[in-house]
Each structure stands twice: as C-alpha cells, then as structure tokens.
C-alpha cells in the first residue's frame, strides 16, 4: 500500500467496500516498464482498470491503448487518445463495432480466424491487422489459451490471404496469459512466433509488428519474478531469433500497470464457526465474487489481506463474500490465515487490487451496489 492509500485511508475513512487507487504508483509503474523495455510500445490493457484518470494519465505519459470493445475505444478518444495510439485487439468484435472502430479512425485491429478477417475486410477496408496465435501458458495463474488465437499453420494461410482481401496484414500477436509467471513461457513463445514471422517475411509481407501481449505479473502472496528478469529473458530471445533485424515491439500490459496502485478496503460483516469447536472460521467480507473479485474463481488470484489485528494470534479461516450464492466464496482451499480478534464491523484490505476488480462488479445483486472508487 502506498502512504497516499494509507493517509487517505485514515483521515477519510471511506465507506467500505471502496477501491482507493494512487495514480502516482501507476505512473511509475509506467515508467518501470518502459525503462526495463525500452524498444517496445506500451498499449496499455484497457480492461484492467478503464477508470477515466487512469486512461487520462497514461495519455499524458505517452502510452498507446489495447481496447476491447467499441466503448473501449470511446473512453480511449474521451481520455484524449489519438485513434492511431488504439489497438482493437479483440479477435472477436461485432460487424458495427469495427465500422464505428474504423470510422473513428482506429486503423489496427486484431483477427484469429477466416471468419474474422472477413469481417474486418468488408467494415474496416485497408485497415492494418495482426493474427493472434496460439502459444503455451504454462505458468499463467489466469490462463487465456483456450479461448483464443489461431495455430501456425491457420495464421500463415490467414496472413498470406489477408492482402487479397483488400487489409495491410502487419503483424503478429500472441498472448500467454494473465499473471504469468514464467520468463521461459515468453522466449517459447518468442521462438514459436518469431519462427513464423520470418517465414511470412520472406514469402514476401511487410510485417512491421510482433506484439508480445501482456500477461507480466504482481505480487499477491507469492512472490514472483521482477518485470527486469521477463525484460532480459525477452530481449535475448527477440534478438536470438531476429538479430539486429528487431521488428516493431508492442506490449500489452494490463495487470502489471494498475493492480499494485490499488486496495480494496472491505468490511467484516460476520465472522461464524459452522460446526462448534471447529477451528475452522468463516469469515463473511462486504465484497466478494459478485462485488468485483471474480478473479477469485477457482481460487485463482490470492489477493494478500491484511487487517487491524494483524500481529495477534491467528487461525485459519475460509473467506467469502456477503451475497446469498453459494458460488460467492473467495477461499475455502487456499490456507488462509487471520487474527481470531477478528469481528464484524472490522476493516480488512485486500492489496494490489487494482486491476480486473471494479468493472467485474456485478449490477447490485442481491441488492449490494458495486463499490465505490477513489482515484488519488
Ligand atoms: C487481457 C489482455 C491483456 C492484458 O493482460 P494482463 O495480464 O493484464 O497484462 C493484453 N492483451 C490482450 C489481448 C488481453 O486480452
């Protein structure tokens, strides 16, 4: 947590649950990860926190903008962005969100199958797009292989065919996957793609662009590697496989930019043992699955937790949310451990939660509002 968080904290102390978000931590975020990848282009993941001061002042810092969706691309252009700084990098977009995309001025887009590029060919014409392919995600704590990017050999038929259809076929993506904590998943990935961007070069494309996604982790509980060792392990297999012949870098990052900058301040609503004397409490929080922690499905992202008590004897706990679905459980697998001082009415914070919370808030069910946001 940041002093700015923890002063705010104190002297206002917001009604909970609130995200309280310091746009300094995020700038240096920025600043971390452009010196650490000096060649790439940073497209900031607008889907990790598309919070108007946060896309307001990464424009100010000169970043570029991966969008998802048509409205995505409007809170770009209200932030201030250029249309050239935007990337539509969904593979899958509606016909009128890639015309409304195009005649904005978004001119790069995203595409993982024939079906797509058709698409983008009769709404976008001319417009410069880049294939996803599949790669591994070995090592991603939430993964994205199943659902998206073509493999080697639909990408070449599809790139090699996107000119007769009228598009400037640019470039290739990949993506392995969120809070990935492997440098050695990005240089498989390097190799497997770079691999089939010379052999698309020398059929005779002008690819300009090899976009590495996002995917760079934080620290939730567990440690991980520093953004400098996924720097080193990059740049070696960028310049392994291409020499001094680096093509356009582009970098996508999402998580690693906002999630850190933010906490979520919660409050105990109960604190219960379902069979007596178990050692075993739950611990009932004003925020769960369905106020914004849906990166807790399958326990997937462990959010550290700290609460006023901390220091005391402990014990373990499961910890869920406030609604009445029984799917609303944050950790009931993952050991837990909190105060036993610990009572409704309590603070807890979750850290470095900053990012893919506050837009996965659902619409007041059961009647709870999503939480409130502060941006500092
Ligand atoms: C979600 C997403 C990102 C951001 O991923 P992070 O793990 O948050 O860095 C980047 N690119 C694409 C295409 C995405 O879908």
């Given at each position: 947590?940041?002093?700015?968080?923890?002063?705010f904290?104190v002297e206002?102390?917001p009604?909970?649950?609130?995200?309280?978000f310091?746009?300094?931590?995020?700038e240096?975020?920025?600043?971390?990860?452009?010196s650490?990848?000096?060649?790439?282009?940073?497209?900031y993941?607008?889907?990790?926190?598309?919070?108007?001061?946060?896309l307001?002042?990464?424009?100010s810092?000169?970043s570029?903008f991966?969008?998802?969706?048509?409205?995505?691309?409007e809170?770009?252009?209200?932030a201030?962005?250029?249309?050239?700084a935007?990337?539509?990098?969904n593979?899958?977009?509606?016909?009128?969100?890639?015309?409304a995309?195009?005649?904005?001025?978004?001119?790069?887009?995203?595409?993982?199958?024939?079906?797509?590029?058709r698409?983008?060919a009769?709404?976008a014409?001319g417009?410069?797009?880049?294939c996803?392919?599949?790669?591994?995600?070995?090592?991603?704590?939430?993964?994205?292989?199943?659902k998206?990017?073509?493999?080697?050999?639909?990408?070449?038929?599809?790139?090699?065919s996107?000119?007769?259809?009228?598009?400037?076929?640019?470039?290739l993506?990949?993506?392995?996957?969120s809070?990935?904590?492997?440098?050695d998943t990005?240089?498989?990935?390097?190799?497997?793609?770079a691999?089939?961007?010379?052999?698309?070069?020398e059929?005779?494309?002008?690819?300009?662009?090899f976009n590495?996604?996002?995917?760079f982790?934080?620290?939730y509980?567990?440690?991980?590697?520093?953004?400098?060792?996924f720097?080193?392990?990059?740049?070696?297999?960028?310049?392994?496989h291409?020499?001094?012949?680096?093509?356009?870098?582009?970098?996508?990052?999402?998580?690693?930019?906002?999630?850190?900058?933010?906490?979520?301040?919660?409050?105990?609503?109960?604190?219960?043992?379902?069979?007596r004397?178990?050692?075993?409490?739950?611990?009932?929080?004003d925020?769960?699955?369905?106020?914004?922690?849906?990166?807790?499905?399958?326990?997937?992202?462990?959010?550290?937790?700290?609460?006023?008590?901390?220091?005391?004897?402990?014990?373990?706990?499961a910890?869920?949310?406030?609604?009445?679905?029984?799917?609303?459980?944050l950790?009931?697998?993952t050991?837990y451990?909190?105060p036993?001082a610990?009572?409704?009415?309590d603070?807890?914070?979750?850290?470095a939660?900053g990012a893919?919370?506050?837009t996965?808030?659902?619409?007041?069910?059961?009647?709870?509002a999503?939480?409130?946001?502060y941006?500092?």
């Amino acid at each position: 947590m940041t002093p700015k968080i923890a002063r705010f904290l104190v002297e206002q102390h917001p009604a909970a649950p609130c995200l309280v978000f310091d746009l300094e931590r995020l700038e240096g975020n920025f600043r971390t990860l452009r010196s650490a990848l000096p060649l790439a282009e940073i497209y900031y993941a607008v889907k990790a926190n598309p919070a108007p001061p946060v896309l307001e002042r990464l424009v100010s810092l000169g970043s570029s903008f991966d969008a998802a969706s048509f409205e995505e691309i409007e809170a770009c252009l209200a932030a201030g962005a250029q249309p050239r700084a935007i990337s539509y990098g969904n593979t899958v977009k509606k016909a009128a969100a890639i015309r409304a995309a195009h005649a904005a001025g978004v001119d790069l887009f995203a595409f993982d199958s024939a079906e797509e590029l058709r698409k983008l060919a009769e709404n976008a014409p001319g417009a410069r797009v880049y294939c996803r392919v599949s790669v591994a995600n070995e090592g991603a704590e939430w993964p994205l292989a199943r659902k998206f990017g073509a493999d080697l050999a639909l990408a070449r038929e599809l790139m090699l065919s996107a000119a007769s259809f009228g598009l400037d076929p640019c470039g290739l993506s990949f993506h392995v996957g969120s809070q990935q904590t492997r440098t050695d998943t990005y240089e498989a990935a390097i190799g497997r793609v770079a691999m089939l961007f010379t052999d698309l070069m020398e059929a005779g494309l002008d690819l300009r662009l090899f976009n590495l996604g996002g995917g760079f982790p934080v620290r939730y509980r567990d440690a991980v590697p520093e953004i400098d060792a996924f720097a080193a392990a990059i740049m070696l297999a960028m310049t392994r496989h291409f020499g001094n012949a680096l093509p356009g870098m582009l970098i996508e990052p999402g998580r690693f930019l906002s999630a850190d900058a933010g906490v979520v301040a919660s409050e105990v609503v109960l604190v219960s043992r379902r069979l007596r004397n178990d050692p075993l409490r739950w611990v009932y929080l004003d925020v769960g699955r369905f106020g914004g922690l849906a990166e807790t499905e399958n326990e997937a992202i462990r959010y550290r937790i700290t609460t006023e008590h901390d220091g005391g004897p402990e014990g373990p706990v499961a910890i869920a949310g406030p609604t009445c679905d029984g799917a609303d459980v944050l950790y009931q697998r993952t050991p837990y451990r909190l105060p036993l001082a610990l009572s409704a009415g309590d603070r807890v914070l979750l850290h470095a939660a900053g990012a893919y919370v506050t837009t996965y808030a659902s619409q007041c069910f059961n009647g709870f509002a999503p939480l409130a946001e502060y941006y500092l």
